[in-house]
C-alpha cells in the first residue's frame, strides 16, 4: 500500500501562486506515475497534471498548460504542482494521485490522497 498526503493549498487572490506537496509513504517503489486531479464545486474530477517516474514525461490539463508546472523528488517521494497565475477556476479540491502502472488516466490510479482545498478569489 502507499499513502498520499497533501499539503499547501489555501486561499489566494487571482494571479496569485501556490505550490501544492504531495509525498508518499509505504511501498513507494510500485509507484510509476504521480499526478494531480481536482474536483470543483459541481463538476467531475478532471486531470490536471502527471509526471512518470523520472521526471523527464510530463503531461498537463489544457486548462493549466503553461501556468502550472509538475514535478517531482524520488529522493523525498514527494510530487510538487507550482501554479501560478491562478484564476478563480482553478478553485477546486486538488487531489494527489499515483499509479503503479504507467497510465495517466484517472480510472488508473491505484492510490488516493485527502485532498487539499484551493480558493481563488478574485
Known amino acids: 500500500q502507499v499513502q498520499l498526503v497533501e499539503s499547501g493549498g489555501g486561499l489566494v487572490q487571482a494571479g496569485g501562486s501556490l505550490n501544492l506537496s504531495c509525498t508518499a509513504s509505504?511501498?513507494?517503489?510500485?509507484?510509476?506515475?504521480m499526478g494531480w486531479f481536482r474536483q470543483a464545486p459541481g463538476k467531475e474530477r478532471e486531470f490536471v497534471a502527471a509526471?512518470?517516474?523520472?521526471?523527464?514525461?510530463?503531461y498537463y490539463g489544457d486548462s493549466v498548460k503553461g501556468r502550472f508546472t509538475i514535478s517531482r523528488d524520488n529522493a523525498k517521494n514527494t510530487v510538487y504542482l507550482q501554479m501560478n497565475s491562478l484564476k478563480p477556476e482553478d478553485t477546486a479540491i486538488y487531489y494527489c494521485?499515483?499509479?503503479?502502472?504507467?497510465?495517466?488516466?484517472?480510472?488508473?490510479?491505484?492510490?488516493w490522497g485527502q485532498g487539499t482545498q484551493v480558493t481563488v478569489s478574485s
Open positions: 494521485a499515483a499509479n503503479k502502472g504507467t497510465s495517466i488516466l484517472q480510472r488508473s490510479m491505484d492510490y
Open positions: 509505504g511501498r513507494t517503489f510500485s509507484v510509476l506515475v
Open positions: 509526471s512518470n517516474w523520472s521526471g523527464g514525461r510530463l
